[in-house]
């Protein structure tokens, strides 16, 4: 019966080929999730550098606007010179950049940990950006505003993410 004997040799080839199939879905697998991984590194790095200019952008309008310059102060008398609306506004950009900030850093969007805790903690002890974040922690998020507050409290501890 050669009619057979060729039948044989073709379940042959399709069970060869079926494996080479396996092979190439398994290959494409391990390729897809390699260029998952790469693209998410690459995205990270965006994400980093993206966040770096907007603080880049804020902190520049110090330079811009002098009269700015008294929110880096630490000796101040706000009762005898209140905040600004000008000051209120630097610090209302400054603090939901840092929102978005832990955020992102929460949610791994960050190829590098950034020290917020201990910009946090210099930064809002100051008089100025102290006494927005009192007034304006009610109206941010309540995760991030247990964090600052957390970073607050413990000055010399890294804060809980």
């Not at 790095?45 to 520049?60: C, G, M, V």
Request: glycine share 4%; proline share 4%; with cysteine.
């Amino acid at each position: 019966m050669p009619w057979y004997h060729g039948g044989m040799e073709i379940f042959h080839w399709i069970e060869a080929h079926r494996i080479l199939e396996d092979v190439g879905i398994i290959a494409s697998l391990l390729f897809t999730a390699m260029a998952f991984r790469r693209e998410h590194s690459s995205r990270q790095i965006d994400n980093l550098l993206k966040i770096t200019a907007a603080h880049r952008e804020i902190w520049t309008a110090l330079y811009h606007r002098p009269e700015l310059a008294r929110v880096l102060e630490a000796n101040l008398d706000l009762q005898t010179k209140p905040i600004t609306n000008d000051e209120a506004l630097f610090m209302t950009f400054l603090l939901h950049h840092l929102g978005a900030a832990y955020r992102a850093m929460r949610k791994g969007m960050f190829i590098t940990q950034q020290a917020l805790d201990k910009d946090i903690r210099w930064f809002l002890a100051l008089p100025i950006p102290n006494a927005v974040w009192q007034k304006s922690k009610s109206f941010l998020e309540p995760d991030f505003v247990a964090y600052v507050d957390d970073c607050l409290a413990a000055a010399t501890v890294t804060c809980n993410m």
